[in-house]
């Protein structure tokens, strides 16, 4: 199912298996698939165990997986599972130092870090928790100054504003995330719409875009991701 803006209450539910789904990707060529545990996310233990692992084991196919992770126990049941990365959100921005020290126990290379922000009257991007209704206090920037030096390179941002509603993803906010942290590579998530908007995201620099509303809705083909994917 697909949530919109990550309102459990406004569902869209798909007919497809997702075990089925990322087998027909993994044919079709993806070689990452991003998976968000829905039911982990809501109850803060991760529920789809099995569903992970039967995915990972997918040849040729690298899994990041998140939703509701609280835990370095929940984190590491995930890479177990065969995850190659965990995506961590809410406690990286509640908690840092405790994320600090998961970090060094997992392995920079294990883990994504997740921030999800909305934007403040004067215009500075503010993540944002517990479902998107919590405001941090904390910029996107002072986050990303925080875990830039412990060795993660990888972080997913959305700007919730634009999640799930097909009308274009932020590039100006992507653009000021690569000039900031040159060194860092973002996975870009929120407003996909379709192919239209893969060259101008690629334009700001970031290393990778997350589809979902798009891709199950077919207004994005898996065609039009080989295409482009063969042409960056």
Not at 109 to 118: H, I, P
């Amino acid at each position: 199912m697909r949530l919109y803006q990550g309102d459990f209450d406004q569902v869209t539910r798909y007919d497809s298996d997702p075990v089925e789904l990322a087998q027909r990707y993994a044919a079709s060529g993806a070689s990452r698939l991003h998976l968000v545990d829905l039911d982990g996310a809501r109850s803060g233990t991760p529920g789809n165990l099995g569903i992970v692992k039967r995915i990972a084991a997918l040849p040729g196919v690298a899994v990041q997986v998140g939703g509701g992770i609280r835990g370095i126990e929940a984190a590491e049941s995930l890479l177990t599972a065969g995850a190659a990365r965990v995506v961590i959100g809410s406690i990286a921005i509640a908690d840092p130092d405790t994320v600090l020290g998961w970090i060094s126990r997992l392995g920079p290379t294990r883990v994504v870090l997740a921030f999800d922000v909305r934007f403040t009257p004067h215009g500075e991007p503010e993540a944002v928790t517990h479902g998107w209704r919590q405001a941090s206090g904390r910029t996107l920037w002072t986050l990303l100054e925080r875990y830039a030096v412990c060795g993660v390179s990888e972080f997913l941002c959305t700007d919730v504003g634009r999640d799930g509603t097909l009308t274009g993803p932020n590039l100006a906010l992507y653009r000021e995330c690569v000039q900031r942290f040159p060194a860092a590579r973002f996975t870009a998530s929120g407003g996909l719409s379709g192919s239209a908007d893969l060259e101008p995201l690629r334009s700001t620099g970031v290393a990778a875009v997350v589809t979902g509303k798009a891709l199950l809705d077919g207004r994005l083909t898996l065609e039009e991701i080989r295409r482009f994917s063969r042409d960056a």
